[in-house]
């Protein structure tokens, strides 16, 4: 295999290559490294290589399976984390200058998982600060979209959408308080997944808003997600919120048919005023993709979506600023403009504002998602209304109030209903614009139906290509 | 309510929490985003319909 097809190889072709001989786990990881240090000086996925580490666990790998000691199908996977997960002996920065030489004595549950099923730890992923989102101003360097480097990841897991976009890890991971894997996903043209929101444990994560926080996988293709998926569910977690003990084979569930599967779309998000015609049409296509596989559609209407950007503000930022309080008195400095404007407002939220959003707020936009599924088992909308926009240097504040409501209402509508609903999200990729960067769909399931989620992309990416193009790194 | 969100009032409040932040700039910033955020969670408290069936609050679940 040439480099390029070795990096770009997903997980069963990996594994059927490392089972024959014909390709080892060392020669994977240094592909990998190459091309990090090649092109990572541009793109910035990363925050931190553990270069001499992932040598050191390939070569485990590859010894393991000389005497036969084969741990399943992530043995000898490449795999990179957002910096916002704990990682043994790995400084973890959660892309603040705060934690920029803090180490931590223990894995994320999610990472000690990847770990035990065999797979190689290639280093830490840029992200926005703390995961508050964009616009951020990232001290570890500003990640660059691998479509193009004149565009934005996305946040706030931009590394997270850019390595695997990039060739640059096969599986990352990547947590999503309110849309944290399906915007780089959508942006960098991946398979992100956003979890049910007990499904995976958070133990060892740096938590943003607890009763919304996820952590998932973003891959180029759905059985890459799959996998890591399995590989981060079931029993025996060090973590309060108690995660599900039995969990389906998620890759043997993407072989089943798709026939039948009542999908729909939510008529308040497409058509929208306001979205790129490039996006709709890519939708649009995907809509009809699905139907020739045998997939039912209709509409339905789910109208708190234009208001869960602002419920989630209320609670959200209340939630993070607590967290932070005691960094606030002592480091404000050592924040970013964005994080510590967003965090010092938390800390001002008036409690009837916080509590109703959390309270009242939530449950009634859950009740109108949990009510859509009566009449179908996947709702279908565009991950975002644009692809990845150009990198600007935005003038730091709001210039109103208007302006500040604004950041609700733009790309909020279309990815936080599903947060506050704890239900599972998945954008892929579905299109290109006509200038190459990549659109993007998504499925959301009923709670704990991650597989039927994972099915029908998958079935999706089985019917088309997109996910098979490569951007143009050299 | 959202009237009293001036950056005076928000550069006090910060302060009595031990939270100085870096220009007053950012104090007229912590403003604004309170001011869109009070403003927007009181529209929806009286467009989303209050579903609890009594007035008396009542614990329906253990704790």
Known sequence: MMPEDIAYAGVEELGKAYRRGTLSPVEVVETHLERISRLDGRLRAYITVTVEDAIRQAKQAEMELRRGKDRGPLHGIPFAVKDQLLTKGIRTTAGSLLLSNWIPDIDATPVSRLKNAGALLLGKLNMTEFGLGNPSQYPFGRPR????????????????GSAPAAGMATVALGADTVGSVRVPAAYCGVVGLRPT?????????????????????????VVDV???????????????????AA???????????????????????????????????????????????????????????????????????????????PNLRRRAHDYGHVARVRLATGLLVPSFAARWADRAGRAAVKKQVLEAFTSCDILVTPTLPTAAP??????????????????????????????????????????????????????????????????IAHAYQCATEWHTRRPALG | ?????????????????????????????????????????????????????TIIPICKTNP
């Open chain 1, 145 to 160: 979209n691998p479509w193009n480097t004149h565009h934005e990841t996305g946040g706030s897991s931009g590394g997270s």
């Open chain 1, 197 to 221: 929101w007990d499904l995976v444990s958070r133990y060892g994560t740096i938590p943003v808003a607890g009763p919304v926080d996820t952590i998932g996988p973003l891959a180029r293709t």
């Open chain 1, 226 to 244: 799959s996998y890591a998926l399995r590989a981060m569910t079931g029993d025996g977690f060090q973590d309060a919120t108690a995660p599900r």
């Open chain 1, 247 to 325: 969990v389906p084979d998620y890759r043997a569930e993407l072989e089943k048919d798709v026939r039948g599967i009542r999908a729909a779309i939510v008529r308040e998000l497409f058509p929208r005023p306001g979205a790129d015609p490039e996006v709709e049409y890519a939708v649009a296509q995907a809509i009809r993709v699905l139907e020739s596989l045998g997939v039912s559609t209709q509409d339905v209407s789910i109208p708190l979506v234009n208001r869960a950007g602002a419920i989630y503000s209320a609670f959200g930022d209340s939630e993070a600023a607590v967290t932070h309080l």
């Open chain 1, 390 to 455: 150009r990198i600007e240097e935005h003038a730091l504040g709001y210039k109103s109030k208007a302006d500040a409501l604004n950041g609700f209402d733009l790309n909020r509508p279309y990815i936080v209903p599903f947060a506050l609903a704890g239900v599972p999200a998945l954008s892929l990729c579905c299109g290109f614009t006509k200038t190459g960067m990549p659109l993007s769909v998504q499925f959301a399931g009923k709670p704990y139906r991650d597989d039927l989620v994972l099915r």
């Open chain 2, 1 to 53: 309510m959202s009237a009293c969100f001036d950056p005076t009032w928000t550069k006090n409040a910060l302060n009595e929490l031990g939270v100085t932040l870096q220009t007053e700039s950012e104090y007229k910033d912590v403003a604004t985003r309170l001011g869109a955020i009070v403003e927007r969670i009181r529209h929806l408290m009286n467009e989303i319909p209050d579903e609890s069936e």
